[in-house]
């Protein structure tokens, strides 16, 4: 009648699955496995079986249990699994499990978590863990391991949000996931639950349903028990158990109690639930001491210490010790500590057999014994949802404090199932109203709408001396009226939020950073902003600017599109980006970007490229994926304007990490960046294709304009100068008639506009439009707009072109990092003066620009001066691509980062990408270099040291 036995009756086929997956594991073949079938049929001991396997290989186990009380416990399943590892290894060994895109998972597993900025920051942090575990990016044999979840439907959500992102990589990974998921449960998330046996359908995984056992087995197990029985016994005990093995052993052990051969009509009309019944009187028949203690054990859970379920059962440490004894000798209770039922169905029979309040005011004592011994307001949390509500403060204080917790580690859900059981205990009155506005925060965190209601209620609980609160309160339902598509109702909170503050109230800043993120952007709000704007804008000119980073970066950006000096502008974009600032403003990734979007737009690109770099080092240290790609997207503006066509576009494919990952999704501003970049490259399809992908944004935002702006300029290549000068013209009455801007720096429509003009003949026109864009670049005094604006006067200019002002433009273009921007000029400069006859004052000119535009890859350009070099009767020959410029933009960034000496494994992580798509990028880097390994790599790039 032993259970291990039983329990792997009819299991041979799973049995050899799962030995199957450790041992593929071992190999360096991942996989992910799901045991499914209803409790009892045997999960738990083939998880066991698992394990045995994966030890004798000398793999590590590292196992977690999912725990209906629990289920509020954010990650509680997911840490369970790390927690014994980390606590082992010595310093070193832990800094490298949580290095660069498994960092976040650092916080998880201290006593401080930090909100992150995505709910599934932490799991995929826990994802990168698991692989550093194995050491699937280092040199030598991967060390595999077998990750095992019991009861996963009882695993808090985010914890089955990580198993699911865990299974949809196994592939990449040496480790076998194996989780065990009981039938007829309700699950934390069943759409994570529903995904995971999705996971299992790929070539590494599998879906094992454990069907119950045939005739045949329980007839086996009925023989073990009774020698030479009656057939109709057995069939009596299979239709009694319905096959389920646990219950076939727990009913042929309770026949067995009764010492003789029982009759098959006396089993016959039994059903599963009385078997468990059975269970309970064999309880009954225990000294008292071992009911109390099996109630206790029952009510704190599976896993309990002795001592916590003897203080619960009101015994001493001796009596305690000698009814576990008893429980254990009676196959209640598996022997030793802690303390477990030898089964879930039997500690659920026990528990259910408790009368309602006593269970209430069990689960009470619980909490107190958990928050007594340290184990934080999340367990202690689990029992007071289990009990009636009475009132108590003490309860609503835990409660809250747990659903704080639970927020921060990014299950939101959660953490609103434990505020909805704070305010129905209920709270005081004095703090009903703050914990509503807590509820209506997790709510629309995690994306329940009926967070505004919740939200409105609580506000106008509040009493009239919480400001403080209201005003948060109010902050928050701007943000939820905003999201929900309601910028008015937004911008209404907001400025109510902001009339409660005085002027030198020290949240004040940040409040109106919130409400000028929403209202700004949105054109029928902006002039009502702009009256909040003003004033603070005209203290930052008199030399006193907002001390808060958030509100500081506004501030950069709308000085530099009024026109600002960067004198005055530089200075702010300074301070806002310094080291103090750098986590504030990372914290919000739009304040960071409009820093980031001003130093270009004054010229300042040399000061945006640092300050980007230096994001995206921290993203990497912190493993944000998502602020590593914002970093990447304004890095690969600034290459633009630095003509560094390649970094732009390795820039923009690492901005593309978050949206691969499901995070975000493409939008104007992207578009708008690639298709610049791919025109200057030459690939009119790909900007095209970069136009019509893009995600639909609204007719009257400013990404609009900008999109307009890059449709003329593809018109003007594609010879339709009619349509170009439409689009051009519409994109600057977009902005400056909406958006009030008017800056060459961000949207340069006249130049695009006076050169479609001079293609159609309207010289008058070409001329007024190309002196309006020389007058304002002159005003706004960014060298690169000048040059630019110098080279449109020259081109357009009557009788004819303008080498004076030609030359002028080469001249204030090779003075600054805007290196296409030069070509252009050198080129039409040559092109002009060849045109007077001046061919060979034409040549030198038309040369340097070809060699420019075909190191930056700019082949349009490259293609019109060497025509214009052959029309001076010159041969220039085209360059093969080979060696360095042959790279892609993705091999040209593994490369220079291995030349700066990084190991794969940190370029790996450095991208966000797997070992092993460095190593093909670097393998295909070395054959068009022709080289064969990285030493040789400072030769091949002959200087170069950018990453």
Same mark, same amino acid.
């Given at each position: 009648?032993?259970?291990?036995?039983?329990?792997?009756?009819?299991?041979?086929?799973?049995?050899?699955?799962?030995?199957?997956?450790?041992?593929?594991?071992?190999?360096?073949?991942?996989?992910?496995?799901?045991?499914?079938?209803?409790?009892?049929?045997?999960?738990?001991?083939?998880? #066991?079986?698992?394990?045995?396997?994966?030890?004798?290989?000398?793999?590590?186990?590292?196992?977690?249990?999912?725990?209906?009380?629990?289920?509020?416990?954010?990650?509680?399943?997911?840490?369970?699994?790390?927690?014994?590892?980390?606590?082992?290894?010595?310093?070193?060994?832990?800094?490298?499990?949580?290095?660069?895109?498994? @960092?976040?998972?650092?916080?998880?597993?201290?006593?401080?978590?930090?909100?992150?900025?995505?709910?599934?920051?932490?799991?995929?942090?826990?994802?990168?863990?698991?692989?550093?575990?194995?050491?699937?990016?280092?040199?030598?044999?991967?060390?595999?391991?077998?990750?095992?979840?019991?009861?996963?439907?009882?695993?808090?959500?985010?914890?089955?949000?990580?198993?699911?992102?865990?299974?949809?990589?196994?592939?990449?990974?040496?480790?076998?996931?194996?989780?065990?998921?009981?039938?007829?449960?309700?699950?934390?998330?069943?759409?994570?639950?529903?995904?995971?046996?999705?996971?299992?359908?790929?070539?590494?995984?599998?879906?094992?349903?454990?069907?119950?056992?045939?005739?045949?087995?329980?007839?086996?197990?009925?023989?073990?028990?009774?020698?030479?029985?009656?057939?109709?016994?057995?069939?009596?005990?299979?239709?009694?158990?319905?096959?389920?093995?646990?219950?076939?052993?727990?009913?042929?052990?309770?026949?067995?109690?009764?010492?003789?051969?029982?009759?098959?009509?006396?089993?016959?009309?039994?059903?599963?639930?009385?078997?468990?019944?059975? !269970?309970?009187?064999?309880?009954?028949?225990?000294?008292?001491?071992?009911?109390?203690?099996?109630?206790?054990?029952?009510?704190?859970?599976?896993? %309990?210490?002795?001592?916590? =379920?003897?203080?619960?059962?009101?015994?001493?440490?001796?009596?305690?010790?000698?009814?576990?004894?008893?429980?254990?000798?009676?196959?209640?209770?598996?022997?030793?500590?802690?303390?477990?039922?030898?089964?879930?169905?039997?500690?659920?029979?026990?528990?259910?057999?408790?009368?309602?309040?006593?269970?209430?005011?069990?689960?009470?004592?619980?909490?107190?014994?958990?928050?007594?011994?340290?184990?934080?307001?999340?367990?202690?949390?689990?029992?007071?949802?289990?009990?009636?509500?009475?009132?108590?403060?003490?309860? !609503?204080?835990?409660?809250?404090?747990?659903?704080?917790? %639970?927020?921060?580690?990014?299950?939101?859900?959660?953490?609103?199932?434990?505020?909805?059981?704070?305010?129905?205990?209920?709270?005081?009155?004095?703090?009903?109203?703050?914990?509503?506005?807590?509820?209506?925060?997790?709510?629309?965190?995690?994306?329940?709408?009926?967070?505004?209601?919740?939200?409105?209620?609580?506000?106008?609980?509040?009493? #009239?001396?919480?400001?403080?609160?209201?005003?948060?309160?109010?902050?928050?339902?701007?943000?939820?009226?905003?999201?929900?598509?309601?910028?008015?109702? =937004?911008?209404?909170?907001?400025?109510?939020?902001?009339?409660?503050?005085?002027?030198?109230?020290?949240?004040?800043?940040?409040?109106?950073?919130?409400?000028?993120?929403?209202?700004?952007?949105?054109?029928?709000?902006?002039?009502?902003?702009?009256?909040?704007?003003?004033?603070?804008?005209?203290?930052?000119?008199?030399?006193?600017?907002?001390?808060?980073?958030?509100?500081?970066?506004?501030?950069?950006?709308?000085?530099?599109?009024?026109?600002?000096?960067?004198?005055?502008?530089?200075?702010?974009?300074?301070?806002?980006?310094?080291?103090?600032?750098?986590?504030?403003?990372?914290?919000?990734?739009?304040?960071?970007?409009?820093?980031?979007?001003?130093?270009?737009?004054?010229?300042?690109?040399?000061?945006?490229?640092?300050?980007?770099?230096?994001?995206?080092?921290?993203?990497?240290?912190?493993?944000?994926?998502?602020?590593?790609?914002?970093?990447?997207?304004?890095?690969?503006?600034?290459?633009?304007?630095?003509?560094?066509?390649?970094?732009?576009?390795?820039?923009?494919?690492?901005?593309?990490?978050?949206?691969? =990952?499901?995070?975000?999704?493409?939008?104007?501003?992207?578009?708008?960046?690639?298709?610049?970049?791919?025109?200057?490259?030459?690939?009119?399809?790909?900007?095209?294709?970069?136009?019509? %992908?893009?995600?639909?944004?609204?007719?009257?935002?400013?990404?609009?304009?900008?999109?307009?702006?890059?449709?003329?300029?593809?018109?003007?290549?594609?010879?339709?100068?009619?349509?170009?000068?439409?689009?051009?013209?519409?994109?600057?009455?977009?902005?400056?008639?909406?958006?009030?801007?008017?800056?060459?720096?961000?949207?340069?429509?006249?130049?695009?506009? =006076?050169?479609?003009?001079?293609?159609?003949?309207?010289?008058?026109?070409?001329?007024?439009?190309?002196?309006?864009?020389?007058?304002?670049?002159?005003?706004?005094?960014?060298?690169?707009?000048?040059?630019?604006?110098?080279?449109?006067?020259?081109?357009?200019?009557?009788?004819?072109?303008?080498?004076?002002?030609?030359?002028?433009?080469?001249?204030?273009?090779?003075?600054?990092?805007?290196?296409?921007?030069?070509?252009?000029?050198?080129?039409?400069?040559?092109?002009?003066?060849?045109?007077?006859?001046?061919?060979?004052?034409?040549?030198?000119?038309?040369?340097?620009?070809?060699?420019?535009?075909?190191?930056?890859?700019?082949?349009?350009?490259?293609?019109?001066?060497?025509?214009?070099?052959?029309?001076?009767?010159?041969?220039?020959?085209?360059?093969?691509?080979?060696?360095?410029? @042959?790279?892609?933009?993705?091999?040209?960034?593994?490369?220079?980062?291995?030349?700066?000496?990084?190991?794969?494994?940190?370029? @790996?992580?450095?991208?966000?990408?797997?070992?092993?798509? !460095?190593?093909?990028?670097?393998?295909?880097?070395?054959?068009?270099?022709?080289?064969?390994?990285?030493?040789?790599?400072?030769?091949?790039?002959?200087?170069?040291?950018?990453?």
């Amino acid at each position: 009648m032993d259970d291990g036995p039983s329990m792997l009756l009819e299991r041979d086929r799973e049995v050899a699955i799962l030995n199957a997956v450790v041992d593929a594991a071992a190999r360096g073949d991942g996989s992910a496995t799901v045991l499914r079938g209803a409790p009892g049929t045997g999960k738990t001991r083939l998880l #066991e079986v698992a394990a045995e396997r994966a030890r004798a290989a000398g793999m590590p186990v590292l196992a977690g249990h999912g725990r209906e009380l629990e289920r509020q416990i954010a990650l509680g399943v997911a840490a369970d699994l790390f927690a014994a590892l980390l606590a082992a290894a010595d310093p070193d060994e832990r800094r490298r499990l949580l290095s660069g895109p498994a @960092a976040p998972a650092a916080a998880l597993l201290t006593d401080t978590p930090t909100e992150s900025a995505h709910p599934d920051a932490l799991p995929l942090g826990l994802c990168w863990l698991a692989a550093h575990l194995t050491g699937w990016d280092t040199p030598g044999a991967p060390r595999s391991a077998l990750f095992m979840v019991d009861d996963a439907q009882w695993a808090d959500a985010a914890s089955q949000r990580f198993l699911t992102m865990l299974a949809d990589r196994v592939d990449r990974l040496p480790l076998a996931l194996v989780v065990a998921l009981r039938d007829g449960e309700d699950s934390s998330d069943a759409t994570a639950s529903q995904r995971l046996m999705t996971a299992t359908a790929g070539p590494r995984g599998r879906l094992l349903t454990l069907a119950p056992l045939t005739a045949e087995a329980v007839g086996r197990l009925v023989t073990a028990a009774f020698p030479g029985p009656d057939p109709a016994l057995a069939e009596a005990v299979g239709h009694a158990s319905g096959g389920n093995p646990f219950l076939v052993t727990e009913l042929l052990r309770s026949l067995r109690a009764d010492g003789v051969i029982p009759a098959a009509d006396a089993v016959a009309g039994l059903v599963p639930e009385t078997v468990l019944h059975s !269970v309970l009187a064999r309880l009954g028949q225990l000294p008292a001491d071992a009911a109390r203690l099996a109630t206790a054990v029952a009510v704190l859970g599976d896993g %309990t210490p002795l001592r916590r =379920a003897a203080a619960l059962a009101e015994l001493d440490p001796a009596a305690a010790e000698r009814a576990a004894d008893t429980l254990a000798a009676a196959r209640l209770l598996l022997p030793g500590s802690p303390l477990r039922f030898i089964h879930p169905l039997v500690g659920a029979a026990v528990y259910a057999d408790q009368p309602a309040f006593a269970r209430s005011r069990a689960h009470r004592r619980a909490a107190d014994l958990l928050t007594a011994d340290g184990e934080g307001a999340e367990k202690a949390a689990g029992h007071l949802l289990a009990m009636e509500p009475e009132g108590d403060p003490d309860v !609503v204080g835990v409660l809250r404090e747990a659903a704080a917790r %639970t927020l921060r580690r990014g299950d939101p859900g959660a953490a609103a199932r434990l505020l909805e059981r704070a305010v129905a205990e209920p709270p005081p009155p004095r703090l009903r109203g703050e914990l509503l506005i807590e509820l209506a925060r997790a709510k629309l965190i995690a994306g329940d709408l009926a967070g505004h209601t919740i939200l409105t209620d609580g506000i106008e609980l509040l009493d #009239e001396d919480a400001v403080q609160v209201r005003v948060r309160a109010l902050g928050l339902l701007a943000k939820a009226r905003h999201g929900s598509g309601d910028p008015a109702g =937004a911008a209404a909170a907001g400025e109510e939020a902001l009339r409660l503050l005085d002027p030198d109230d020290p949240g004040r800043q940040d409040l109106l950073a919130d409400y000028l993120a929403i209202t700004m952007f949105h054109a029928p709000l902006r002039r009502e902003a702009s009256t909040w704007l003003r004033p603070v804008l005209d203290d930052a000119r008199r030399g006193r600017p907002p001390t808060r980073p958030r509100l500081l970066a506004q501030v950069v950006l709308w000085l530099a599109l009024a026109g600002e000096p960067a004198s005055l502008v530089r200075p702010l974009a300074d301070r806002a980006l310094a080291a103090d600032a750098l986590a504030d403003l990372a914290e919000q990734g739009a304040s960071l970007g409009l820093v980031l979007h001003a130093l270009v737009i004054i010229g300042e690109v040399t000061a945006a490229e640092n300050a980007a770099t230096a994001a995206m080092a921290a993203a990497r240290h912190s493993g944000d994926i998502l602020a590593y790609g914002y970093g990447s997207y304004h890095r690969a503006l600034v290459h633009l304007n630095q003509g560094a066509l390649t970094e732009a576009l390795a820039d923009l494919e690492a901005a593309r990490i978050p949206h691969e =990952a499901g995070w975000t999704a493409a939008s104007g501003w992207n578009a708008w960046l690639l298709a610049r970049v791919l025109m200057a490259y030459g690939d009119r399809t790909g900007a095209e294709e970069a136009l019509r %992908t893009a995600d639909r944004y609204p007719a009257d935002s400013m990404e609009a304009g900008l999109v307009r702006h890059v449709r003329a300029q593809l018109a003007l290549s594609d010879g339709r100068p009619a349509a170009a000068l439409e689009e051009a013209r519409a994109a600057g009455r977009h902005l400056g008639e909406i958006y009030d801007i008017d800056h060459p720096g961000l949207l340069p429509w006249r130049t695009t506009a =006076a050169l479609a003009a001079h293609h159609l003949g309207d010289h008058r026109l070409a001329g007024e439009l190309a002196g309006q864009a020389l007058e304002r670049a002159r005003a706004v005094g960014v060298r690169r707009d000048v040059g630019v604006a110098l080279r449109v006067a020259g081109l357009v200019a009557r009788p004819g072109p303008d080498i004076a002002l030609l030359a002028e433009a080469v001249r204030t273009l090779e003075r600054i990092p805007a290196a296409i921007e030069h070509a252009h000029a050198l080129v039409d400069l040559g092109t002009m003066l060849r045109q007077a006859g001046r061919r060979t004052a034409g040549a030198q000119p038309l040369r340097a620009g070809l060699a420019i535009a075909e190191a930056r890859h700019a082949r349009p350009l490259a293609d019109r001066a060497r025509a214009e070099l052959r029309s001076l009767g010159l041969r220039p020959r085209r360059v093969a691509v080979r060696g360095v410029d @042959a790279l892609t933009p993705a091999e040209h960034r593994v490369a220079l980062l291995a030349l700066h000496g990084q190991s794969n494994r940190q370029i @790996a992580q450095s991208l966000f990408i797997t070992t092993k798509t !460095v190593e093909t990028h670097l393998a295909r880097a070395y054959r068009k270099l022709a080289i064969s390994n990285r030493h040789e790599l400072n030769v091949a790039f002959a200087g170069s040291t950018d990453p």
